[in-house]
């Protein structure tokens, strides 16, 4: 059974600090890309940042760009979404998402995915 579990959101002050952790089940890790999005209330679901985990391609939304990291450990089948310096607009519920049909321009859209983690809370507030 595919399975995504995050990890790692809560309460955090602008300019701190969090650690997303997607840990998944049921699928090797490596053959897939992994996308981690957001969807703020009212908004759209938008892509964050993607990782191919074969070969460690990278791509960042414009707005995190600088303060966001992806990076993925396969031996613990987890990507992870480092954030730094988080300001009230990055609030959301943030998901990650798999699917095995490599890197091009459709890891930026949401349908593009198979795979889908129930979500984890981020709020940056003071």
């Known amino acids: 059974q595919v399975q995504l579990v995050e990890s790692g959101g809560g309460l955090v002050q602008p300019g701190g600090s969090l650690r997303l952790s997607c840990a998944a089940s049921?699928?090797?890790?490596?053959?897939?890309?992994i996308g981690w999005f957001r969807q703020a209330p009212g908004k759209e679901r938008e892509v964050v940042s993607c990782i191919n985990s074969r070969d460690g391609s990278t791509l960042y939304a414009d707005s995190v760009k600088g303060r966001f990291t992806i990076s993925r450990d396969n031996a613990k089948n987890t990507v992870y979404l480092q954030m730094y310096s988080l300001k009230p607009e990055d609030t959301a519920v943030y998901y990650c998402?798999?699917?095995?049909?490599?890197?091009?321009?459709?890891?930026?859209?949401?349908?593009?995915?198979?795979?889908w983690g129930q979500g984890t809370q981020v709020t940056v507030s003071s």
């Open positions: 049921g699928f090797t890790l490596r053959d897939y890309v």
């Open positions: 998402a798999a699917h095995p049909r490599g890197w091009g321009p459709w890891i930026q859209v949401a349908h593009g995915y198979d795979y």
